[in-house]
C-alpha cells in the first residue's frame, strides 16, 4: 500500500466557527461538523500516514485549537496558521511572532491569507501581503499561495522579490478542467514553477470539474504539465477533505491520482515517493518517525 502525507486536509466546528466561504450548496453537503477522527476513519484506510492540517477561517482562535489538535494526534505533523493581514502590515510581523510562541507551535509550519476571496488581482504585491512573505521567510514558515487564476501574475514577481521565502500554490492554481486546457495552465504557471522556491499542491481534484468522471479524464494532462513544470521533487498530495465530499469519498479522491500516475505511467519509485509525501515532508520540515516513508 501507498503510504501517504495529506499536504491540506481541514476540520471544523460549524457552531464556534462558522464558514461564511461555504455556498448554499456547499453548506447543505458539508456544512456539518467534521472532526480529525472523521477525516482519520477516511484517510488512515486509504494509506495516509501523516497530514497538514490547514486554516479555514479568518478568525485568530483557529490557529491555537489546530496547534493543540496536532499535539493531540501524532497524524498531524504540521499546520497551516492563520494572521490578520486587514490589521494593517505593520502589525503582521508581531502576529507572525505571536503565533509562534503559542503552545505547539513546534507544529507550526506555515500561514496563509484566503486571497482567492480577495477582488484585488494584485493582492500580492500589496503592503500586507509583503510583509507575510517577509515575515514568513525570517520565521522559516512556508506561504501556502491561495489563488484565483488571475491572481497569478502578481504572485509571480512578489514571489521573484522575496527569494528567502518557501512557498506553495494551492490547489493546483484553482484551475477549472472543463474551462481550461492543459497547454493554457502550463502557460499561466510556467513562470511561478521557474522559482525554485514555489511548490506545488496536487489539491482539491474533486473541484477541478464538475463531475468525477471529467477529473479523471483531465488530470492526466494537467499532471504531465505539472510534472514537466514543477517536477515531482516540488508536487504534493493533499485530499483538501471534507470539501472533497462534495464530489469524491476519500479513497477516490486518491484513486483518482493513482490512476493519472498509472496513465502516465510514472513508475519511478523516487518520483511518486515525492508526490505522495517526500517533498511535503522536505517542503514543511514534517518530524516524521524513521519508520514510516513514503511507500511501503
Not at 108 to 124: C, F, T, Y
Not at 172 to 182: K, M, Q, R, S
Not at 249 to 278: C, F, I, M, N, Q
Amino acid at each position: 500500500m501507498t503510504r501517504i502525507i495529506d499536504a491540506h486536509h481541514h476540520v471544523w466546528d460549524i457552531e464556534r466557527r462558522p464558514q461564511g466561504w461555504m455556498s448554499p450548496e456547499q453548506r447543505r453537503v458539508i456544512g456539518k461538523d467534521r472532526s480529525l477522527a472523521d477525516w482519520a476513519a477516511e484517510a488512515v484506510p486509504a494509506g495516509v500516514v501523516g497530514s497538514v492540517l490547514v486554516q479555514t477561517v479568518r478568525d485568530a482562535g483557529e490557529t491555537p485549537e489546530f496547534l493543540a489538535l496536532a499535539a493531540s494526534s501524532p497524524l498531524v505533523l504540521g499546520v497551516v496558521g492563520w494572521v490578520d493581514l486587514d490589521a494593517g502590515p505593520d502589525s503582521v510581523a508581531a502576529q507572525v511572532d505571536g503565533v509562534r510562541r503559542l503552545p505547539g507551535a513546534e507544529r507550526l509550519v506555515g500561514l496563509r491569507d484566503q486571497s482567492a476571496d480577495r477582488p484585488e488581482s494584485d493582492w500580492a504585491l500589496s503592503p500586507a501581503a509583503r510583509a507575510l512573505f517577509d515575515a514568513c521567510g525570517e520565521a522559516d514558515l512556508v506561504v501556502d499561495l491561495l489563488l484565483r487564476p488571475d491572481q497569478v501574475p502578481a504572485a509571480i514577481e512578489a514571489v521573484r522579490r522575496h527569494a528567502g521565502t518557501r512557498f506553495v500554490l494551492d490547489h493546483l492554481g484553482n484551475t477549472d478542467f472543463d474551462t481550461v486546457a492543459p497547454q493554457a495552465w502550463r502557460d499561466s504557471v510556467e513562470e511561478l514553477a521557474a522559482c525554485p522556491a514555489v511548490a506545488l499542491k496536487v489539491s482539491a481534484l474533486a473541484a477541478r470539474a464538475a463531475r468525477p468522471r471529467d477529473v479523471r479524464r483531465g488530470l492526466p494532462a494537467h499532471l504531465r504539465a505539472a510534472l514537466e513544470t514543477f517536477g515531482p521533487s516540488r508536487l504534493m498530495f493533499g485530499s483538501d477533505w471534507p470539501v472533497s465530499q462534495m464530489t469524491m469519498s476519500y479513497a477516490e479522491v486518491v484513486d483518482t491520482l493513482e490512476s493519472a500516475l498509472r496513465e502516465l505511467e510514472v513508475h519511478d519509485p523516487g518520483a511518486r515517493d515525492d508526490l505522495w509525501g517526500g517533498t511535503a515532508i522536505r517542503w514543511y520540515g514534517l518530524a516524521v518517525s524513521p519508520q514510516v516513508t513514503a511507500r511501503a
